[in-house]
């Protein structure tokens, strides 16, 4: 590789740490304000607005693949991109950070997750792909589970927020949290912002990671199944990662667990209604990973309280056999 294509490619690179970092904490903070604001939970906020934000890149990916014909690379993505969320990106924040399990979230939202991506092999194997009938019934789900979770959370809020005052009344209450919420406006303009910053960052990235496995004879399989498939998911990562590290928990697990629930039913719910979707290279053992690492963080919900660093090292060592295995067998 020229010196100059290096000095540029390594540019790209720290912009795009810079860009997918400070996009994120944009995200978070505005999220934050929202929820403060509108007087629903951090979990909603991580299941819903930050999660389907952060998997803008997926929808578009998908939706781009659909319109040029190319089946597989939407249902790929969406499998794939599942797969990563759980194993390497869920897995590796809760090495670094364990995460304790909202109560709403081993209720409702895993068993959601869950059965979102059992319909989506039970169609895929049934049909051979997903038809229109099936991307309608998937978009009425994402319609229902949003307007559900919405619903009530605002329900939940309400009653602690008379809770909280009754306690204050009483002089038992715990005292107010000191965080100033962001005005509506402002949250808002942070939260666009932190999209369009994930999003250029996780292209900034991209570009220069292919350039330099391509610079070390990596070859274009190989780039595809490992920096690609990573690639659409960088602003989960990111996201995430910093909810993680300011202790906003909620809104850590619930990106991700919304994000894998988003995959399915909102994008395999417009894709296949723009052109049906038959992919004929994904394979049982694809389906298999994104079942059990979803079964996985789906038992881990409903028999823990957090999810902790063993059974994050678990994951993210799945994470990283799948894909030993798919290098070695596409090398």
Known sequence: MPMLDLFRNLGLAVLGVALLYYGAEFLVRGGVSLALKARISRLVIGLTLAAFATSAPELVVSIDSALRGSADISLGNVVGSNICNVALILGLCAVLRPMPFHANLKKFDLPVMLFAVLALTGFYFLSHGINRWEGAFFFLCILTYTALNVILSKKQEAKKAAEREAAREAGTGAEESNEKPLGVALALLAVAGGVVMLVLGAKSFLTAAV?????????????????????????????????????????????IVGSNIFNVFCILGIVPVISPLAGQSIRGLDFAVMLGTSGALFLFGMFGKRLNRVQGALLLASYIAYTVYLVMHHA
């Open 211 to 255: 350039a330099f496995a391509g610079a070390l004879g990596i070859s274009d399989a190989v780039t595809g199944l490992t920096i690609v498939a990573v690639g659409t998911s960088l602003p989960e990562l990111a996201t995430s990662f910093v909810a993680a590290l300011k202790g906003e928990n909620d809104i850590a697990i619930g990106n």
